[in-house]
């Protein structure tokens, strides 16, 4: 089987730990996962199967939706509730203060990721370099922070907000710049992933379910095959006398297939045995028109 199941993976298991434990309750050795969860983390964990994992860098570029418990006026060298207390500061965060500094963090800005997380600097995991003692300087990057919302106090200082953004964020450190920015400090308390791209929190399956229905002998029927997978994309046929260039990987215009013109942004392209390729419409510079070209050949 290809495809993906959508594991709500649960706190204390890593992203690599819930990939072979997939593996092991799927029988199926080709699994990955669409984006590392932290470990205290719970939620959405995409776990791609077969030729499901071709799909990895177009998961990694989905939207993500969190919902994050921020303790303010104490800050942690994780920035969460795993790491040793390193600081407490005085803090005086109402519901006003709190949105107030919401629209300094919307739109694209620059983190410094967490020492304690899976980037990799020099080669090795930064977490490992801080476990060891040594000191990691972690360079900034560039993240996109779509919503922000306030959904409920729920104790002095103690705020759970919704966040929605791009792949690559974290969510301890945009508490912790949320807390500096109100002149105190911060750790997150609880985060639990909601949504990544098309998969959502409703949706996903718990590591019971998984464990029961491997003991039913019909895991396999978590799997969510890659049509169904890629269908928010449109879809193309290859017409008959292009469809040896297609599964070739060569560029398709639209009269190659059943189309009256293309748009740049992607198409699941099928010839007569079903489901062929991912594709993405470019414009091609010598001819001015869009074509198909293979991101995925399935």
Not at 136 to 150: E, K
Not at 219 to 239: D, F, G, N, Q
């Amino acid at each position: 089987m290809d495809g993906a199941v959508n594991l709500l993976k649960p706190p204390g298991m890593t992203s690599s730990d819930a990939v072979v434990w997939m593996r092991r309750m799927l029988g199926i050795k080709k699994c990955g996962h669409g984006g590392t969860l932290d470990p205290a983390a719970a939620g959405v964990l995409p776990v791609l199967v077969g030729k499901g994992c071709q799909l990895f860098d177009m998961m990694l570029g989905h939207t993500k939706r969190y919902m994050a418990t921020i303790v303010f006026g104490v800050a942690t060298d994780t920035l969460d509730a795993e790491g040793a207390v390193t600081m407490r500061c005085n803090a005086d965060v109402s519901v006003l203060r709190l949105a107030g500094v919401f629209p300094r963090f919307l739109g694209s800005i620059q983190q410094i990721p967490p020492a304690y997380s899976a980037v990799r600097v020099g080669g090795r995991k930064a977490y490992a370099l801080a476990r060891s003692g040594r000191a990691v300087d972690m360079p900034r990057r560039w993240v996109q922070i779509y919503q922000l919302r306030l959904c409920a106090q729920l104790a002095p200082n103690v705020y759970t907000i919704e966040v929605a953004c791009s792949s690559g964020t974290y969510i301890r450190t945009l508490a912790a710049d949320m807390a500096r920015a109100l002149g105190t400090c911060a750790h997150l308390a609880a985060l639990t992933r909601v949504q990544s791209g098309t998969f959502r929190l409703e949706d996903a399956v718990t590591v019971e379910d998984v464990k029961r229905l491997h003991d039913a002998g019909c895991a396999h029927s978590l799997i969510t095959p890659m049509e169904a997978l890629l269908a928010h994309y449109p879809a193309v046929w290859v017409r008959p006398y292009a469809q040896v260039r297609a599964r070739n990987g060569g560029a398709l215009c639209a009269r190659d297939v059943d189309a009256d013109a293309l748009a740049e942004k992607p198409y699941r392209v099928y010839d007569k045995q079903g489901l062929l390729a991912l594709c993405q419409g470019v414009r091609d510079q010598a001819s001015g028109q869009v074509v198909l070209r293979p991101k995925v050949m399935l």
